[in-house]
C-alpha cells in the first residue's frame, strides 16, 4: 500500500543542542534504514520549512503506523496521512493496458 504523509515538525526551542542533535542523528538513521529497506519510498523537503513530504511503500495501515511510531522525532511532529491509489491518466497505467 502506498502512503502520502506530511511531517511537520516542531522540536522545543530550549531543548538542550546535544539532545537535538542525538534526536536528529537517529531520525536520520532510522530514515535512510527504511529508504535501504524499500519502505521509505521518497522523501521530499517542504521548501523553508521544517517539513518533508514522503511516500510510503508498506504492508498495510498497521506497517505505517509502527514505522511513524517508530520515528525519534514523532513527539515533535505533525502528521497528515492520505492513501494512494495510482492514476488512470498515469503513463505506466497506459502502458500496462
Not at 5 to 23: E, F, Q, S, T
Not at 47 to 63: C, L, R
Request: glycine letters at 4%.
Amino acid at each position: 500500500m502506498l502512503f502520502a504523509v506530511r511531517m511537520d515538525v516542531d522540536i522545543p526551542r530550549d531543548l538542550a543542542p546535544k539532545v537535538r542533535g542525538d534526536l536528529v542523528a537517529r531520525e536520520k538513521a532510522y530514515c535512510q534504514d527504511l529508504q535501504t529497506s524499500g519502505e521509505w519510498v521518497h522523501i521530499w523537503r517542504c521548501v523553508g520549512q521544517y517539513a518533508n513530504i514522503s511516500v510510503f511503500d508498506v504492508a498495510d495501515n498497521e506497517a505505517l503506523h509502527r514505522i511513524l511510531w517508530g520515528l525519534p522525532l514523532f513527539p515533535y511532529m505533525r502528521i497528515k496521512i492520505t492513501p494512494l491509489a495510482q492514476h488512470p491518466s498515469d503513463l505506466a497505467v497506459e502502458s500496462e493496458v
